[in-house]
């Protein structure tokens, strides 16, 4: 909609996030070092379940000369990485769903140098999320890169689990009682924009309040990539409570 702020939605969207992952800008810096570690500074990136896109926005800024494709199914995200990406010819996004076998055929390449996600894919339970990594190895070239910052829970350290969500969640009350935006409120705000009114009613047809999958170990993701068909898998990046887990193809 023409006069809509999107990259102020886009802030707003990376400001709410950060209630929950207060190092999400950390995980994002170490996923950018490795994409030119193992691929190099001109990547071809698919952003998978983009959201906003802020993914590919950190990306274009720090490699003017790469390319991303977003994939999403959200609409209300979608719009709003649509309005910030306009005229970006760099950006390319795709609305699809990940779950369906055939989503792979609306992209507009066949290989990416690096395929990238984070905080997204721990909606998919585990059994989809192996299918998803089936797909994901036929579209990272060889050589290339898939990434993934996400939950990965350790249920073998249950003591360790949860010290580190008691304190995390007490900091979450601290931010919270300063002003901090939490989910429910930042899709109230949406909802209340002529522009994203729309998108977000669209988006609660389609996911409902919240759809949590399955939070599988790191290991667990290294080894379903391997699986999969990539040759090296491993983190290297960590929180107390997240992971950037990465595979070599």
Known sequence: MT????????????????WYMPDREERFRVMLDMVEAVVGPKPRVLDLACGTGSITDRLLRRFPDSTSTG???DPALLAIAEGHFAGDE???????DLKDPAWTALLP???YD??????????LHSEPLTALYGRLSGLVRDGGVFMNADHMIDETTPRINAAERAHRHAAMDRAKAAGAQDWAEWWAA???DPALAGPTARRFEIYGEHADGDTPSARWHADALRAAGFAEARPVWASPSDTLLLAVK
């Open 109 to 111: 390449h066949d290989t």
């Open 190 to 192: 949406a909802a209340a």
């Open 3 to 18: 006069g809509t702020d999107w990259a102020a939605w886009q802030r707003s969207w990376d400001r709410q996030q950060e």
């Open 114 to 123: 690096a395929v990238l996600t984070a905080t997204a894919l721990h909606w």
């Open 71 to 73: 994939v999403d199914l």
């Open 90 to 96: 760099r950006v390319t996004l795709v609305a699809a």
